[in-house]
Structures are given as C-alpha cells and as structure tokens.
T-cell receptor
Framework: SQQGEEDPQALSIQEGENATMNCSYKTSINNLQWYRQNSGRGLVHLILIRSNEREKHSGRLRVTLDTSKKSSSLLITASRAADTASYFCATAKGSNDYKLSFGAGTTVTVRA | DAGVIQSPRHEVTEMGQEVTLRCKPISGHDYLFWYRQTMMRGLELLIYFNNNVPIDDSGMPEDRFSAKMPNASFSTLKIQPSEPRDSAVYFC???????????FGPGTRLTVL
C-alpha cells in the first residue's frame, strides 16, 4: 500500500510562478525523497531529507519536513516549462531500509 | 555511466505468452528494484535484491511472476503466462548502500492483448 499521499493531484501554473505540493505519510520514517517523472520516462531523484532535518534546498527546489505532522512539502520557485512533470514523494522507514513507498504523485503543468 | 538499462522498451504480446523483461543496473550498485506503474495502482514495488539475493518479494502479484538476478549486472522479470491485466510500465531501479537515492531505468511498456 502507498505510504505517501500527495496533494494536490494536479496543479497548473504560469511560467515564473511558484509551485507547491504536499506529501503526507502514515508511519515514522528515516528519510523522505522527492522524485520527478517526465511523460514516458523513468523517475529522477530530486532531493532527500532525513527525519532529523526540517528544510533542505537544491537549486530552485525547497523541501520541508514536519515529522510531528507527518508531512512534507516541495516548492519549485520560478517555474519553467521544463518543470512540467509528475512529482512523487517516497518514504523509507529505517536507516537500513532501502525499500521506498511511493505516493500517487502530483501532476504539474507549467504554462508558457 | 550509461545509467540503468532496460530492454525491451516496448513489448506487445498475446495473452498466455511468456514475457521476459531485462535490466542492467548501474555498475557498483548493490540494490536492484523492480516496479510496476499503472494509472489505477500507481507505482508498486514488486521485488528487490541486495547483492543478487532477493530480499522482499511481497509485492509480486502472483506465481505467474518471477524474478532472478544471476549476477551483479543483470536481472530478469518473467511473466508466464501473461494476462491483459499485466499491461503496465515496468521499471527497474538500482541504488547503493552509500545513498538511498534510486536510479530508474527508462521502463518497459508491456501490452498484453
């Protein structure tokens, strides 16, 4: 069963705007990861945040983690047409747990 | 590195036929994962290996599915006999003990008629 649930299911924004999507999970985790999937392609790892971290940045990406609420958010700033993709959160339960549970994903469309 | 390689990229077969999907993980990675992705069920983990040994196959839907990893650079996922409900995109991914990040292959789109 899926551990993570993304919200919203779909998001449409104008180029240059920010996109925010959320992920909620049910059980305690060791880390949470975000992946991007372009249409017809495999998933690409974006960023990993550990349970003892609250915020992490990578380029135009900002991820937050609130373990008390069992939730994470992914913010994409200054969006571009190339950011059009599906975004998935994935959780790992233990430090030696390499098995990931993926959510259903958020489909982001960036309009030019 | 060429990344994770999967073959074939597309497979169309008839119900009842045997299907074999192939995967070459990234060199040096000691974990290999097989996923299935459908619109209805999303991305499901079928099985994963560590150092060529199957660790968790609880996601394999039924006995018609089997997976092997005879060496560190090759794995197969076999469906015999195939059914229309097996139609999906099958992904292989690999990772190393150093990081939890998984690297995905391009996928095999399977259509069972």
């Amino acid at each position: 069963s899926q551990q993570g649930e993304e919200d919203p299911q779909a998001l449409s924004i104008q180029e240059g705007e920010n996109a925010t999507m959320n992920c909620s999970y049910k059980t305690s985790i060791n880390n949470l990861q975000w992946y991007r999937q372009n249409s017809g392609r495999g998933l690409v790892h974006l960023i990993l945040i550990r349970s003892n971290e609250r915020e992490k940045h990578s380029g135009r990406l900002r991820v937050t983690l609130d373990t008390s609420k069992k939730s994470s958010s992914l913010l994409i700033t200054a969006s571009r047409a190339a950011d059009t993709a599906s975004y998935f959160c994935a959780t790992a339960k233990g430090s030696n747990d390499y098995k990931l549970s993926f959510g259903a994903g958020t489909t982001v469309t960036v309009r030019a | 590195d060429a990344g994770v390689i999967q073959s074939p990229r597309h497979e169309v077969t008839e119900m009842g036929q045997e299907v074999t999907l192939r995967c070459k993980p990234i060199s040096g990675h000691d974990y290999l994962f097989w996923y299935r992705q459908t619109m209805m069920r999303g991305l499901e983990l079928l099985i994963y290996f560590n150092n060529n040994v199957p660790i968790d196959d609880s996601g394999m839907p039924e006995d018609r599915f089997s997976a092997k990893m005879p060496n560190a650079s090759f794995s197969t996922l076999k469906i015999q006999p195939s059914e229309p409900r097996d139609s999906a995109v099958y992904f292989c991914a690999s990772s190393s003990t150093v990081t939890n990040e998984q690297f995905f292959g391009p996928g095999t789109r399977l259509t069972v008629l």
